[in-house]
Structure formats: C-alpha cells, structure tokens
C-alpha cells in the first residue's frame, strides 16, 4: 500500500471526490477515504447501477470511473476517520479493523449531512424510519414497505420520496407537512434554480395525479401501535412555528412511517479538531466557519459539501473543486485550478437565493420539538426522555456538556448523532433561550466505537 499523501481528502462523496479529482488534474497526490465500501456518498453511492432504478444519476458512474483511472488518487473505501486533532493528523480506523496514524499536510473534510431526528411519542416503535432510510432502502436495495406508508416532516425529500414510492406502486396513505405551502416571494426564490423548482412542482403532481393526500401545516404528534409494530399515527395541524395546536388531532392508518425534517451539516470533525462555528438555520444549524477559499479557523483544514452547510449536490461538487484550488496553490501548484474555481464561486453565490427561500419555506423551526410529550423517549441509546431533559435543565445543566453528564443523553453508542438537534432544541425550549444560543454539542475521539486490539499496531509506532 502506498504511504498517505500530503493531502487527505475525507468523504468520497461529491464534494470530496470533486476535489480529489481536481487535485489529481493539478498533478498533486490525494488519498480519498470513506468510511464505504462504494464512492459517491449519499446521494451518487445508490441508484447508480441501473438506468431505470430510482434516483439514477449518470454522474455517480462516472465519478468512480474517474477516481478508478486516476493514479493520482489513493481511494481507500472502507476507511473510517476516528479522531481528529488540531494539527490535522488522523487516526484512522482501516479495511482491516487497525487504526492508522496519518499526519497530512493539508486536510479536507467532505464528511456530508446527518438527518435531523425529531422524537414524537411512539417514535422507537419498529416501523418508524427516517426519511433518508427509507429512500436508502428503496434506491440501495429496491426494498420498500408493503402496507399503507405515511411519510411526514418538510423538505423537498418529503416530495421526492413520496413520487419515488408511487413509482414503486407503494402505497403511501398520506404526505404530513408542517410547511406551509410557499408564497409567491419563496417561488420566485426557487426560480432561481428553475431545474429544481421543476422537479418539485413535478413531484407535487404526480401525487395529485395518484390521488395521494398531502396536509400542509400538519405534523405528526404520535405513533399508534401494537407487538407487530405502528397501526396508525396521529396528526394535528402546527402553527407557523410548526408547534401542534390543540385539539383537532386525527388518526391515520399505517404500517411505515418516514419521518423527516431535514438534515444538517454533519460537523464532528471540524468539531474535534477544534474549528470555530456558527450557527444559521438555512444552512442545517451548526456550521464550521470558513474563508471563500473555504478553510476553516484551523489552517491547512478545509471543509467542503453539505458538511459545511446543507446546500446540496451541485453545490458539493463546486466546493470541492474551490477547496482543491485553495489546496494547489498552499502547495505551490496555484494558478492551475483557478479558473474552474472562479467559474464554481459564481455558481455558488447565485444560488444563494435558492437557498434563501427553500430555507424561508421548509428549514426546521423549534416549535416542532414541542409534540414530544413528558414520556418520550429523545436519546434512544440511553433512554432518556424529554421530561428527565426539562427536569435537568430547570436544576441547572443550561449547557449540552453539563446536560449530558447530568443526564447521559448523547453519551450512547451513536454518541449523540440522533438526538443532538432534538437534546439542543428541548434545551432552548426549557432554558427559554433560542436554540442557536445553545452552544454545539461536545464531540471526543474516537468518533465511532473501535475495538480497543485495533490501536496496538498504532501504540507500537
Ligand atoms: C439522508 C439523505 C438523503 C438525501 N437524499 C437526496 C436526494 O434524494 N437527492 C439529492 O439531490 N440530494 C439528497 N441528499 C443530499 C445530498 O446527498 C447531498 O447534498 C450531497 O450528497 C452532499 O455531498 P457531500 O459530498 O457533501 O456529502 P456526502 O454525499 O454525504 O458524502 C460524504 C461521505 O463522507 C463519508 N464520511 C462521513 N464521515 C466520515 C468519516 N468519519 N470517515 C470516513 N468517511 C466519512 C460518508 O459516509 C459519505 O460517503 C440527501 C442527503 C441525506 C443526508
């Protein structure tokens, strides 16, 4: 095997393999890693293999042919970074379960988005999928629900996998969403990428045309259900901050519920190696602060794609190729790269006002959190529920490290990744603060469980 190269790239998906790609083009050596066995990430790794199959997109084929010819490139799927540290070197869990060392020179985190779990009573119960898992399950392994499918939340997935699904003759029951349906000023802000736009007015038909009902400023404020799994689920309508009203609720019948309320930026990196961030709902919540060249507060480490705020796949593919200009011209191979950056700095500030209005009309607001009652359960690894939260925080524990001592929420095997919105917004809610003023979760190596024999060949170095 080769020896890492002098730039890491970590995220096979389209921002890092875009910048890879770029990086090879600049004649410099990168080793690309990803924690799959496929590149392409989230949305080019499934759906790529038959032209019929849902989601199919030409450019994920041709990414990996790319990277596969490529003898600049060092692509190591099944690789998983474990830590981070503030000088941008990695520990690095391999194919074989060792985990490496490796000190780049320059860094890049394309680490992608994490789906925004929001727990309602019933949520843990078998049949309850995010919406994001369901879509993974239909394009990855053609697998979808037999019985009637709910699918609920807000957000263009919301829209797209519910034409998915009818495509698939599944039959969804109804489509919950707590957005409102977007004025004039947020359509004329979705005309800015008029492709998109089309595509969501498309899906919006096709469930028209299938008959299949869709509840505007609705949310789904409970799961019905036996042994078997979910038999129904409960539905209100919200207000403008999507917090259910009362009274009014009404039961509808299912066996599989998606629920889904975005994703946001996943920032467990540029956490750990210890970058400033921000916070702004339109981009996801939490963001690792950057320069237009886009490195982050850490010099040498960059961030690029959804990782850095959720503005998805041409976006990703453009900042990958800005992150590998800045990258070539720190190693002194400047110039090279440039044009195709400027040319991908245009782009993406003209999608600014997509942006703007798809975040007006769907980015997730607090007042949703507000259907978990007492009971239910936020941190599924530790059981811990919503009312153990509020109890916590009106002792005292107003801060995520304090709260999860107190309470072990997001101390689990997942290690927070499923409930740190949720533990964020119940915080703000109980403290009566705004959720951005709740400061992001703490992150600690390693990221993922690693067993404890796969450091030894590490510790003997
Ligand atoms: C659940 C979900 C469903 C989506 N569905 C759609 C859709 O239908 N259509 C659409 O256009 N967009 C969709 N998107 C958005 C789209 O996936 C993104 O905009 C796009 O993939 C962003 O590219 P990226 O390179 O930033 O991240 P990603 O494509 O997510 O790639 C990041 C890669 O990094 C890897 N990684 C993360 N952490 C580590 C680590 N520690 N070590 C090693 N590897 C790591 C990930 O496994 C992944 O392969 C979806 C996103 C999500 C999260």
Known sequence: MRPPAETIVVGAGPAGAAAALALAEADLAVTLLDDNTRAGGQVFRTGGRTRRGPGWDPRG???????????????????????????????????DGRVVRMAPRMLLAAPGAVEIAVPVPGWQRPGVFGLGGLQLLLKGAGTVPTGPVVLAGAGPLLYLLAAQFRAARVPVAAVIDAAARPGFSTLLGLAAQPSLLAAG??????????????????AVTAVDGDRSGVTAVEVARVDENWRPLPGGRRRIAARTLGLGFGVRPNIELTRLAGAEHGWDTGLGGWFPKRTDALETTVPGLFAAGDGAGVLGVDNALDEGIIAAAAIARRLDRGGILDWRAAAAAGRRQ????????????SALRPGIFAAADAETVVCRCEDVTAGEIAEAVRLGYRAPGPLKMATRAGMGLCQGRVCATAVQHLLAEAAGIDPGAVPPPSVRAPLRPVPLDGFTEMAAD
């Open 350 to 361: 003209r999608r600014r006002v997509f942006r703007e209005a798809l975040a007006d009309w």
């Open 61 to 95: 084929a041709e990414l990996r042919a790319r990277i596969a010819a490529s003898p600049a490139i060092d692509h190591r799927p099944d690789h998983e970074v474990v830590a981070i540290h503030a000088d941008r070197s990695l520990w690095v869990r391999d194919a």
């Open 201 to 218: 007015i498309g899906h919006r038909w096709r469930l028209l045309w299938g008959g299949i009902p869709v509840l505007r400023r609705h």
